[in-house]
C-alpha cells in the first residue's frame, strides 16, 4: 500500500530534514536571483493558507492564479494545495478576453494576480504577502486535494474550458515524482523550470 501525503505533510517533513536547503531558486530576468529556502517555503505558505483560509477558502473553493513565474506564484498555489483547494494557473499576461472568459467558467473563490479589471475577488502577490505577514505560520490541518489541480483550454472550439485532474492532488512516496523511472528523475535532483508556471 502506498504513503500517500499531503502538501502540508511532504513541504514539512522537508523543511525539517534540511531547512536551509533551497527549494527554489528564483533566477529573474533584471536583478538578483533569490533563494527560498524549505523552511521559508513551508513557513510563508503557512501564512498564505492562513489568510487564505480567513477569506473562506477550503476544500470546496476554487483558487486561479495569474502571476508571472516568481516565488510569489509557488506561494499561491502551494498555499491553496494546503487549504485542499482546486487552482488553476492562468497566464499573467493573458489577454482581458481571454482570461476574464476563462475565469467565468471556473468561477473562482479567489484570484491572485496583477490585473487590476477583474470582477473576481483578487489580490495581488504584494497585497497576498503583505497581509498574510501577521498569520499564523504553525502547522496547518492535513488536507489532501482531491481534486487540485486544473488547465485552462481553448480547444478545437474556440470555447474556454477548464480541464480537471480528476485524482488525489497529493504525495505518492512509492512513485514520487511521478514516472521517475521512465524519465530518468530521482529524489535530491535539481528541476529547471523555464516555460510559465
Not at 132 to 144: Q, T
Request: glycine content about 8%; overall charge negative; charged content about 20%.
Amino acid at each position: 500500500m502506498s504513503k500517500i501525503l499531503s502538501w502540508n505533510q511532504r513541504i514539512g517533513a522537508l523543511s525539517a530534514a534540511h531547512p536551509d536547503k533551497p527549494a527554489i531558486i528564483f533566477i529573474p530576468v533584471a536583478g538578483e536571483q533569490r533563494h527560498i529556502s524549505w523552511r521559508e517555503l513551508d513557513e510563508t505558505t503557512n501564512r498564505i493558507a492562513c489568510w487564505m483560509a480567513s477569506r473562506g477558502i477550503n476544500e470546496e473553493s476554487r483558487v486561479a492564479i495569474g502571476l508571472f513565474n516568481s516565488p510569489d506564484h509557488y506561494f499561491a498555489a502551494i498555499a491553496a494545495w494546503k487549504l485542499g483547494a482546486l487552482v488553476l494557473p492562468l497566464a499573467g499576461n493573458a489577454p482581458a478576453r481571454e482570461r476574464n472568459n476563462m475565469l467565468e467558467v471556473f468561477c473562482p473563490s479567489l484570484v491572485i494576480t496583477g490585473w487590476c479589471d477583474t470582477d473576481w475577488l483578487a489580490f495581488s502577490a504584494t497585497e497576498m504577502l503583505s497581509e498574510s505577514a501577521p498569520c499564523d505560520a504553525s502547522r496547518l490541518p492535513d488536507v489532501i486535494p482531491h481534486p487540485g489541480k486544473a488547465i485552462g483550454s481553448g480547444g478545437s472550439s474556440g470555447q474556454p474550458k477548464v480541464i480537471v485532474y480528476p485524482h488525489p492532488w497529493a504525495f505518492d512516496l512509492e512513485r514520487l515524482p511521478p514516472g521517475s523511472p521512465d524519465l530518468g528523475l530521482r529524489p535530491e535532483q535539481v528541476y529547471m523550470v523555464a516555460g510559465p508556471l
